[in-house]
């Protein structure tokens, strides 16, 4: 039922506290993505970016571990920034290494011996981060927090927080995963002590999340299957956990991330013509040894009768055969990098961001409430989201 204004009838479940209600898109989601653009200048000149990353060399110099920790989107997130920072640490001449990402029960249950734990989470209340938190400071730890929300629990417990400007106000969360990449690079910038120009990066990624045919036609060539597989190495490890979150959360679809390599070593006896396989390929370190096993990969899925499909650069899309991804292609458009992680990973949030849309849209569904406005999933979230008990 809709409203005389076209937005849908508030029913008596929906507080304040859930994304706007909306019967027909365009969805909050598809604006969020939009917007991210004009993320990049505010982020990148974050003022705590300076005292954080002189906390990271401190501990990466005293040779105490470093952890990124989140939950959801924002683990993806941790994970982001874990790459950013290391190959920083790297690019300096610090030995690297010391940078770890960790799923934040896991970082609660078994915390590493003080060093610095970085909690990423948009709205900095999530219970299993907020726990990782106590868990490093009870080891002796240095906290920081990644976070939109300046007034949450973590924002208010750590000893550094960096805030970004804009929470997400959609739960298929698009924005808090951009905003921890951008994060991690005004944090690795000034690790590496190299110029981000933000006037250019927004403008690469305004062109990046432009919508296209391209990620409408893989849309299409996924329709009906059972499982969608999505692989990644190196950088787009973490763009492919993020992508298959995204696909089940948003396109309510069936969908598995792997490491490429993984792939090969057993989980293709699973796989046929019902089985699709998306390969984020834009991580370029490595040369083209990464590429060549991508293509003996992919000639194994054609092998299979796969539907097949990537997200890749033009040096990728060069090294990979069309006719190894005949269920499409996206090419994100190409730029140099100080940080060469940072192409990757923000190109490829705009890019696996993009075709979610359009998998939403083939599904028809409303991604904005991640199915909350079904009564069985709403209640199935209350027995596990922010429960104190545990």
């Known amino acids: 039922m809709t409203s005389p204004s076209g937005m849908a009838e508030q029913p008596e479940w929906h507080t304040d506290e859930f994304p706007e209600l909306r019967s027909a898109p365009p969805w909050v989601m598809a604006e969020m993505v939009a917007s991210q653009p004009a993320l990049v200048a505010p982020i990148l000149a974050g003022s705590a970016a300076t005292a954080l990353a002189q906390l990271i060399l401190d501990v990466d110099e005293s040779g105490e571990p470093i952890v990124v920790t989140g939950c959801g989107t924002s683990e993806h997130g941790a994970m982001a920034v874990a790459e950013l920072l290391d190959a920083a640490l790297r690019q300096r001449g610090a030995r690297g290494g010391q940078v770890e990402a960790r799923q934040a029960l896991e970082a609660a249950l078994d915390p590493r011996a003080v060093g610095l734990c970085i909690a990423v989470t948009d709205s900095g209340g999530t219970q299993a981060t907020l726990l990782a938190l106590e868990a490093a400071r009870d080891t002796g730890a240095a906290t920081a927090a990644i976070t939109a929300n300046p007034d949450g629990a973590a924002a208010t417990s750590v000893d ?19 905003s921890a990449i951008l994060a991690g690079a005004a944090l ?22 432009t919508p296209a045919n391209a990620e409408r036609e893989i849309a299409q060539s996924m329709r009906g299957l059972r499982l969608v597989h999505v692989v990644g190495s190196g950088a787009d490890r973490t763009s492919a956990r993020e992508l298959a979150l995204k696909i089940e959360e948003g396109a309510r679809r069936s969908a598995v991330a792997r490491d490429l390599e993984t792939l090969l070593h057993g989980h293709f006896v699973a796989c046929g013509p019902d089985t699709g396989l998306i390969a984020v390929l834009t991580d370029s370190r490595g040369g083209e040894r990464r590429w060549r096993r991508a293509v003996q990969g992919l000639e194994a899925a054609a092998r299979l009768e796969m539907p097949v499909a990537a997200i890749l650069f033009q040096d990728s899309a060069q090294a990979i055969p069309d006719a190894l991804t005949p269920a499409g292609r996206i090419v994100v458009p190409g730029r140099s990098d ?30 904005d409430l991640i199915r909350r406005e079904e009564a069985p999933y709403r209640e199935a979230a209350a027995l596990v989201e922010d429960r104190p008990d545990w």
């Not at 910038?189 to 990046?208: F, M, N, P």
């Not at 060469?340 to 991604?367: E, F, K, M, W």
Request: hydrophobic share 55%.
């Open 160 to 178: 550094v927080a960096f805030v970004t400007p804009v929470r997400d106000r959609a739960w298929c969360h698009t924005v808090a995963y951009t």
């Open 188 to 209: 690795a910038a000034e690790i590496a002590e190299v110029d981000l120009d933000a006037d250019k990066i927004a403008s690469w990624l305004k062109r990046a999340v």
């Open 338 to 367: 100080p940080l060469p992680p940072l192409r990757s990973l923000l190109g490829g949030a705009a890019a696996l961001q993009r075709l979610t849309l359009a998998l939403i849209a083939d599904a028809g569904v409303n991604p």
